[in-house]
């Protein structure tokens, strides 16, 4: 059985930083675009960062480019990301999520659509206080 589980949530002032990271258990997931995406209530899940199944290419939001870092380590079967600069509206609960899809398609870019993505975490929240 497929289990995403997250860490590194937390609570941290404007400017500070946080590292996510999302282990994925059940099966390897080496040949798999993984994502990040978060969500605020009332809203729609919201694209944050994209990696292809070899580490690149790399997709960001415009809102996070320059200051958080996606990443991933195959052999652990884990995503990382790592946030900097952090502002108030980054407050969110973040899911990390693994592609089937982009297992079998041609793919270049990795998928920034949340349909695209089949297997989620349980999320992790994140607050920033100005």
């Known amino acids: 059985q497929v289990q995403l589980v997250e860490s590194g949530g937390g609570l941290v002032q404007t400017g500070g930083s946080l590292a996510l990271s999302c282990a994925a258990s059940?099966?390897?997931?080496?040949?798999?675009?993984m994502g990040w995406f978060r969500q605020t209530p009332g809203k729609e899940r919201e694209f944050v960062a994209a990696?292809?199944?070899?580490?690149?290419?790399?997709l960001y939001a415009d809102s996070v480019k320059g200051r958080f870092t996606i990443s991933r380590d195959n052999a652990k079967n884990t995503v990382y990301l790592q946030m900097n600069l952090l502002k108030p509206e980054d407050t969110a609960v973040y899911y990390c999520?693994?592609?089937?899809?982009?297992?079998?398609?041609?793919?270049?870019?990795?998928?920034?659509?949340?349909?695209?993505?089949?297997?989620w975490g349980q999320g992790t929240q994140v607050t920033v206080s100005s």
């Open positions: 999520a693994v592609s089937e899809e982009s297992y079998y398609s041609g793919n270049y870019m990795p998928f920034l659509s949340p349909n695209k993505y089949d297997y």
């Open positions: 059940g099966r390897p997931f080496s040949s798999h675009d």
């Open positions: 990696i292809r199944r070899g580490g690149h290419p790399i």
